[in-house]
């Protein structure tokens, strides 16, 4: 294993979290209300008291985006750990489907799933 310079994963950083913040932006310009109305249970806005026009969209777009941040933070953070892995065991993404990293380690192929 090679040590891990954290100035290279600043960079990194520095470099791709534009990329995390341009995914959420173009998520909401794709969020059509039509589509999102149709997911929604009518009946769960007068059970949670919500009676405005207003306050039905704040909650539909609030929704919205904590679900797309996760998966959007999450494979963000994912094509970190193959930075970091790249760096420390020459490690790489890897092309079998399920599977999102794989290095070799002292003779041995580790396949791992983030």
């Known amino acids: 294993m090679k040590l891990l310079n954290l100035k290279d994963v600043s960079l990194y950083v520095e470099g791709n ?8 932006i173009q998520s909401l310009d794709r969020l059509k209300l039509s589509q999102v109305l149709k997911r929604k249970n009518p009946y769960l806005f007068k059970a949670k008291d919500v009676l405005t026009a207003e306050q039905i969209i704040k909650g539909l777009v609030d929704a919205h985006i904590s679900s797309n941040e996760e998966t ?3 494979d963000w953070l994912e094509g970190l750990a193959i930075f ?8 790489r993404k890897s092309g079998i489907t399920g599977i999102d990293l ?4 002292h003779g041995i192929r580790n396949i791992v799933t983030l």
């Open 17 to 24: 979290i534009g990329i995390f913040h341009q995914k959420r």
């Open 72 to 74: 959007i933070f999450g």
């Open 84 to 91: 970091i892995n790249n760096k420390t065991y020459n490690g």
């Open 102 to 105: 794989e290095f070799d380690n």
